[in-house]
C-alpha cells in the first residue's frame, strides 16, 4: 500500500511523564481502543508497551512507558525507571505530559531528564483539562514552562474525554519521516495476547483493591491455550506475603470471582473469543526486590 503513496510518514512517539499523569489513557483514546492498563493508582504501567495506530497516510507507533518516579530503592522502581528512560532515545517525537495545573518535583526531575537526554522535539501535554472551569488558568502555567525548556509545541488535551486529542495527532504528523511502514498494517502492538492477559488482569485487582492493594502484586500466565473459539488461561496472581493473599481472594473468595470475571469479559472482547480463565494467589516473599525473580517473572529488560 505504501509503497504507491510517497507522502506516507511513520515514526516512533515517546509518551513520558510522572505516573499518574495519563500516559496510558492517551494511548488507549488515539488506538480507539483498550491497550494499555490504566487506574487511579500511581505506577500502574510497569512496562515499555508499543500502540500502534496506521491510518492511510501515516504509521505513529506510541511507546507508552511507566512513570518516572523518584522512589527507585526497590529493584522494580529501579526496572520501571529504566524502561522509561530508554524510551528517550530513538524516537522521533517525545510527548512529556503533565497533569495540567498541577506541577510536582517529580514533574520537574522528568523535564530535567529531557534536558539533558532528550535528542528528538518534545511536546509539552497538558492533560486533564476537563477539570479545568476555565482554560485561561492554564496560561501562566504555559508560560512559566516554556521559560524552562524549548518545546516544539504546547498542547492542552483530555485524554479521558478526547479533547484536542485529534489534533495532538494532526501535529505529530510533522515530526515523523517519510517511510514505510514499520509493522504490518493490522497490528496494534509488538505484546503478546498472553502478555495482555496478564495486565487486564494486574488492571482489575489495581482497581479493585483501591487502598488494600498491595504494590508488589505482579500476574504469571501459566497456561494460555487456543482451542477453537476457547482460549484456555490459567493465571497465577503473586504478592510478598500471605496476609496480602487473603486481601486478594477476599471474603469467601468474592473479590478474586469478580477481578476474574471483569478480565473474562474483557479479554473476550480482546481476543474475539470465548475465555476459560482460572486465577490463583500465591506468596512469593521478597519478589519486588529481587533482580532473578524479576527476570524469572517476565521484568526482563527488554527491547
Ligand atoms: N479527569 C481526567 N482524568 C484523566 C484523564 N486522563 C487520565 N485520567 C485519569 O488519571 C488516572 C491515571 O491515568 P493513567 O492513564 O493510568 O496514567 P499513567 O500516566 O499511565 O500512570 P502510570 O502508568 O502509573 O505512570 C486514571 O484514573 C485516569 O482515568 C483526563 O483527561 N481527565
Ligand atoms: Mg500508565
Request: aromatic share 8%; hydrophobic share 40%; net charge neutral.
Amino acid at each position: 500500500m505504501t509503497q504507491e503513496n510517497e507522502s506516507f510518514k511513520s515514526g516512533y512517539v515517546a509518551i513520558i511523564g510522572r505516573p499518574n499523569v495519563g500516559k496510558s489513557t492517551l494511548i488507549n483514546r488515539v488506538l480507539g481502543q483498550k491497550l494499555c492498563i490504566t487506574s487511579r493508582r500511581p505506577q500502574t504501567t510497569r512496562h515499555r508497551i508499543l500502540g500502534i495506530k496506521t491510518t492511510d497516510d501515516s504509521q505513529l507507533i506510541y511507546v507508552d512507558t511507566p512513570g518516572l518516579h523518584t522512589d527507585s530503592k526497590r529493584a522494580m522502581n529501579r526496572y520501571m525507571n529504566r524502561a522509561a528512560a530508554s524510551s528517550i532515545d530513538d524516537v522521533d517525537v517525545i510527548l512529556f505530559v503533565i497533569d495540567g495545573l498541577s506541577w510536582t518535583d517529580e514533574d520537574k526531575q522528568v523535564l530535567e531528564r529531557l534536558k539533558k537526554n532528550a535528542v528528538a522535539p518534545v511536546i509539552l501535554v497538558l492533560n486533564k483539562v476537563d477539570k479545568l472551569a476555565d482554560k485561561d488558568l492554564l496560561l501562566p502555567q504555559i508560560e512559566t514552562l516554556s521559560s524552562q525548556f524549548d518545546f516544539a509545541k504546547v498542547v492542552p488535551i483530555s485524554a479521558r474525554k478526547g479533547i484536542n486529542v485529534e489534533q495532538l495527532e494532526n501535529e505529530l504528523k510533522q515530526f515523523v519521516p517519510l517511510g514505510d511502514l514499520i509493522f504490518p498494517e493490522d497490528q496494534f502492538t509488538d505484546r503478546s495476547s498472553r502478555f495482555l492477559a496478564a495486565e487486564l488482569i494486574r488492571e482489575k485487582l489495581f482497581r479493585q483493591l483501591g487502598q488494600e492493594l498491595p504494590y508488589s502484586l505482579t500476574v504469571e500466565i501459566e497456561e494460555f491455550k487456543q482451542e477453537n473459539k476457547l482460549y484456555r488461561i490459567g493465571a497465577v496472581i503473586y504478592v510478598e506475603r500471605s496476609g496480602q493473599k487473603s486481601i486478594v481472594i477476599g471474603k469467601k473468595g468474592e473479590l478474586l470471582k469478580s477481578v476474574g470475571r471483569e478480565a473474562r469479559i474483557e479479554m473476550e472482547s480482546l481476543f474475539d473469543s470465548k475465555v476459560f480463565l482460572q486465577l490463583w494467589v500465591k506468596v512469593r516473599d521478597g519478589w519486588s526486590d529481587n533482580e532473578r525473580m524479576l527476570k524469572n517473572l517476565g521484568y526482563n529488560d527488554e527491547l
